[in-house]
């Protein structure tokens, strides 16, 4: 928890934009009640979206958010749902082929009733009454009982949440989400346009590799990701008293969480550094968005980022910059420099909406032109800094208004009476939005980003993925494809370009690391090692559980940003000592992976100071040369048995669909006794006895035929268990990392030699059933 605060704290700090209520016993009285009611989102999905967001900070994928400029009480419905939600899902299907890169998802939606007003009063016809605040406080009728501040309105807004998120769930899980339908629903955009023929060939190219992958067989009904999504939530956390009542505090981390809505944002009018918001927003540990505006300053700016995200956690602050069309180049590129120059990691995401506000014919408006120039400047101002453009957050709506002008079928200022629905500000209706991620999406080609990654919308976004679709195409009929790409591997590469979401898994590895010296020596083992990063697609982290890394009674995760080498043998090689293996640890996965744990009733902790033991970086230094993905460390127990260990690896089952490789490190067969006189007489080839190759084959076919209940109790069923392992420390890794693959493993044997005679090498991978 941030230090000196509470969910309450803000209550001692200046507060802006909050309402007057005439009534505090009531006040309070509904915030005690809110304070009682069921969360209406988990920290378990917040920490999540702060993970997809590291994702997009780290260049590796797009923000989309949108919805409702402010959320009524009467336009609530499961229709306008429905409408925003396929909206939503088409433009996303865009973005993502064209940035080859997977979109995060984010609605403003199921909590965004309140806003903030640049007056505290509004005067109609010699008449003045308090502005209309959003549905939550009080109403948008021009009278004066409507517009006094009601508490009982928070009640309301907090069921309508707990709907609108109900029927949310529903259509992201439950099927509505099928990439075949929004393939469709977007096909039908292109074809009613009147700029069909600029969207066709982008169009074209999605239909081209949607039948492809039908004819290598992964579609809806084989792999789900084809059939949901990840659907979150934000809002502006304006009322505060709201905010407070929906804290809480999470029972696997001890941290606060705001249970109202998944991201919540400050706005341009309350990031005071001192105020309430600020220390509202600083202390719970959601994904947070910062609006800056034209009178953002850098060295403010980092002030503040330094209040909300201390830790400098990818993924915890995303900027949202709202400066016009035409102040983007004047206001941007002194707060990126300042953010790179003091090495902050945050999104950065551009709202083209609130800047672009006029009044025509007494209607506040939003020019569709003048909307898109600020989203491109975003872009050419981002290429031109050499940092990532991170996403777009615009008003929008499913329904077919007339409140921006402009567009494709243009809206002129005499049709916005037509349909003119918001109770704020103006929103792109349905096929405004999505023209606006084509031409997002056509933007010309302007180089890469960093790191070699796919710049992303506005900056080549198309020329990437038919590459990617011949590579994958010639694979699967070509022998001189990848080896052994299956429709499985497939899928995996598709979901790393952004097709595919989530539940097409990286396998897991159990590797048997053997002497230290396979580093510097030549066995087939070595060999092995040296090919096995080829085989697979690149993970973003690797998380490694050792049998050189022990803890009794709790799992330790090292959490050090920069671990050191541990050379933890002697008799060996100067050589070997001297070398050190310098990849980066990953402190905020690693707290990720203790909440994981302790949640699974594992007790856990971060264990500070803990390098890579010869466990890790032996294997890895082969496998994995560069260095340049983040390694983590999790402990054994070398009192528990096999059955511990498995569930240990069913806790971190989650990692492998986060991209992050679990490896079980280890050794098939473990008795140093015989091994040891041999490796020093230089008798690596020496003659395998008889009671190694059976231990050996009977462990290959009980992992072959996923035989898990004869694994575990293999003290007792394997032959020669003793001789082979005389203590169990080195043969759990393989339980590890059997577990962390599915409830129900498929085993590949990738490797299998044998080093001095008693020593056997075998390699495994396991993965879900496809």
């Not at 309402?19 to 209406?40: C, G, H, I, Q, V």
């Not at 180049?329 to 800047?355: F, N, Q, T, Y």
């Not at 973003?540 to 890394?549: D, E, G, L, N, Q």
């Amino acid at each position: 928890m941030a230090k000196d605060w509470t969910p309450s704290s803000w209550r001692a700090k200046p507060v802006m934009q909050m309402p007057d209520y005439p009534d505090p016993a009531t006040l309070a009285e509904t915030e005690k009640r809110l304070a009682s009611f069921p969360p209406l989102v988990f920290a378990g999905e917040a920490r999540k979206l702060t993970r997809s967001l590291a994702e997009v900070a780290d260049g590796r994928a797009f923000l989309l958010q949108g919805g409702d400029c402010a959320e009524s009480f009467a336009e609530h419905g499961a229709d306008n749902i429905r409408d925003f939600f396929r909206a939503f899902l088409q433009m996303a299907i865009v973005l993502t082929f064209a940035g080859a890169q997977p979109v995060v998802k984010i609605g403003r939606i199921a909590g965004q009733f309140a806003k903030p007003r640049s007056s505290g009063s509004e005067t109609k016809n010699g008449e003045t009454l308090p502005a209309y605040r959003g549905d939550i406080v009080n109403g948008i009728e021009f009278d004066a009982a409507s517009r006094i501040p009601n508490p009982e309105r928070q009640i309301m807004a907090y069921r309508q949440s707990a709907a609108t998120l109900n029927l949310l769930r529903a259509f992201a899980q439950g099927g509505y989400a099928n990439l075949d339908n929004v393939h469709q629903w977007m096909l039908g955009f292109v074809a009613g346009s009147p700029e069909a023929d600029r969207y066709r060939a982008l169009a074209d190219k999605i239909s081209e590799t949607m039948a492809f992958m039908r004819a290598i067989g992964i579609d809806a009904e084989n792999h789900p990701s084809l059939r949901e999504t990840d659907f979150f939530t934000s809002h502006e956390a304006l009322l505060l008293g709201y905010e407070e009542a929906m804290t809480r505090v999470d029972s696997t981390s001890g941290d606060w969480y705001a249970t109202s809505g998944h991201m919540i944002w400050i706005g341009d009018r309350t990031r005071q550094l001192d105020h309430a918001h600020v220390e509202f927003c600083r202390g719970i540990k959601n994904p947070l968005g910062l609006k800056c505006g034209p009178t953002s300053e850098p060295d403010e700016l980092i002030r503040l980022i330094d209040r909300l995200n201390p830790e400098n956690k990818a993924g915890r602050l995303t900027l949202i910059t709202r400066f016009g069309h035409e102040r983007v180049e004047e206001c941007l590129p002194k707060l990126i420099r300042a953010v790179e120059r003091e090495g902050r990691k945050v999104v950065w995401s551009c709202d083209p909406m609130h800047g672009n506000t006029i009044t025509l014919n007494s209607y506040k408006t939003r020019p569709f032109e003048r909307i898109l120039a600020e989203v491109q400047a975003f872009f050419a101002v981002h290429r031109a800094e050499g940092t990532h453009p991170g996403g777009i957050h615009i008003e929008m709506t499913g329904k077919d208004v007339t409140e921006c002008t402009g567009g494709a079928r243009p809206i002129l200022a005499e049709d916005l009476s037509d349909r003119y629905h918001t109770h704020c500000d103006p929103r792109l209706n349905a096929n405004q939005a999505l023209e606006l991620a084509f031409l997002v999406a056509e933007a010309p080609e302007e180089g890469a980003c960093r790191d070699g990654a796919s710049e992303g919308p506005g900056g080549g976004l198309t020329a990437s993925r038919p590459a990617t679709v011949r590579l994958l195409r010639r694979s699967v009929n070509d022998a001189s494809g990848p080896a052994g790409l299956t429709s499985r591997s497939v899928a995996i590469i598709l979901r790393r370009t952004g097709f595919i979401e989530g539940s097409v898994m990286l396998p897991t590895l159990f590797i048997s690391h053997g002497s230290p010296d396979i580093a510097i020596a030549e066995t087939p083992a070595t060999a092995f090692l040296r090919q096995l990063a080829g085989t697979m697609p690149r993970p973003r982290a690797i998380v490694v559980a050792s049998a050189h890394f022990e803890a009794d009674g709790r799992v330790l995760v090292s959490g050090d940003a920069k671990p050191e080498t541990i050379h933890d043998f002697g008799g060996f090689a100067r050589q070997l000592h001297a070398m050190r293996y310098p990849a980066p640890g990953d402190p905020a996965l690693a707290s990720d992976i203790v909440a994981e744990l302790t949640s699974a009733g594992l007790p856990a902790a971060v264990a500070n100071g803990r390098g890579f033991d010869h466990g890790a970086w032996v294997p890895l230094i082969l496998s994995f040369p560069a260095a340049d993905i983040p390694v983590i460390e999790v402990s054994i127990d070398p009192a528990r048995d096999a059955a511990y260990h498995y569930g240990l690896g069913r806790a971190l089952s989650g990692l492998p669909r986060r991209d992050v490789l679990v490896i079980g490190s280890g050794s098939f067969t473990h008795n140093l006794r015989e091994a040891f006189p041999r490796l020093r007489a230089g008798e690596r080839s020496a003659e395998v006895p008889a009671w190694v190759e059976d231990f050996a084959r009977w462990m290959s076919g009980r992992l072959e035929a996923g035989d898990v209940e004869a694994l575990l109790d293999y003290r007792r069923q394997a032959p020669h268990a003793t001789e082979n392992h005389p203590t169990d420390e080195h043969l759990m890794p393989l339980y590890v990392a059997l577990g962390a693959a599915a409830e129900a493993p498929v085993a590949a044997m990738l490797h299998q030699s044998r080093d001095c005679g008693v020593l056997a090498m075998e390699a495994f991978a396991f993965s879900e059933a496809a």
